[in-house]
């Protein structure tokens, strides 16, 4: 059974960084063919996908997000990170990793996730 668990702070004021984490267990996240995206869901919305690194390190951003954010991984801790830099009150939500079957889905916005994690809020304020 893969299990994924956010961490990271609950508090970011306006201009800084944020960092979360995600780390996988029950699954590598090298295996082919999956991808693990970080998604958000603000307050009163919808989800919104932020961007994906499949098993073979390649990384897609969403347009609207590129500017700011960065996903990276650590192999050995089998473990992915999302860096939301120059957060506004906008970036308030909870953030969730998530695994696809595969990343072709996932950038053509098609993607369904089999695994989710519990989500972590995430509350941009000064």
């Known amino acids: 059974q893969v299990q994924l668990q956010e961490s990271g702070p609950g508090l970011v004021k306006p201009s800084q960084t944020l960092s979360l984490t995600c780390t996988v267990s029950g699954g590598s996240i090298t295996t082919s063919t999956y991808a693990w995206s970080w998604i958000r869901q603000p307050p009163g919305k919808g989800l919104e996908w932020m961007g994906v690194?499949?098993?073979?390190?390649?990384?897609y951003y969403n347009p609207s997000l590129r500017s700011r954010v960065s996903i990276s991984r650590d192999t050995s801790k089998n473990q992915l990170s999302l860096q939301l830099r120059f957060v506004i009150p906008e970036d308030t939500a909870v953030y969730y990793c998530a695994r696809a079957p595969d990343v072709g889905t996932v950038v053509s916005g098609q993607g369904e996730y089999d695994y989710w994690g519990q989500g972590t809020q995430v509350t941009v304020s000064s």
């Open positions: 690194i499949a098993y073979d390190g390649s990384i």
